[in-house]
């Protein structure tokens, strides 16, 4: 089992900052990737970024590429989601994931809400 716990979502205007934090517990010795996912209202949850936890490779969908950066803490099994040049549309629940395998996540946290005024 992996605990994962988010914390840093709030609100901020257009053009603001915030970071996000997720620190997993448990069997984290497992963890082949993390990744940071956001489920706006009325849809479906999209997939923001990932990060392989080994080599720290990292991935990023491309409505975020270029504002967002993922980074991880080995030693404190926690990573991160940098968000810059915040929009309106980056407006959602955020939710950290563990996998340990390629393309797959068996663990998820609670949820951080992120909301941007325009």
């Known amino acids: 089992q992996v605990q994962l716990v988010e914390s840093g979502g709030g609100l901020v205007q257009a053009g603001g900052s915030l970071r996000l934090s997720c620190e997993a517990s448990?069997?984290?010795?497992?963890?082949?990737?993390m990744g940071w996912f956001r489920q706006a209202p009325g849809k479906e949850r999209e997939i923001v970024a990932t990060?392989?936890?080994?080599?720290?490779?990292?991935w990023y969908a491309d409505s975020v590429k270029g504002r967002f950066a993922i980074s991880r803490d080995n030693a404190k099994n926690t990573v991160y989601l940098q968000m810059d040049s915040l929009k309106p549309e980056d407006t959602a629940v955020y939710y950290c994931?563990?996998?340990?395998?390629?393309?797959?996540?068996?663990?998820w946290g609670q949820g951080t809400q992120v909301t941007v005024s325009s």
């Open positions: 448990g069997r984290t010795f497992s963890t082949y990737s």
């Open positions: 990060i392989r936890w080994s080599v720290g490779m990292t």
């Open positions: 994931a563990q996998g340990a395998a390629f393309g797959r996540y068996d663990y």
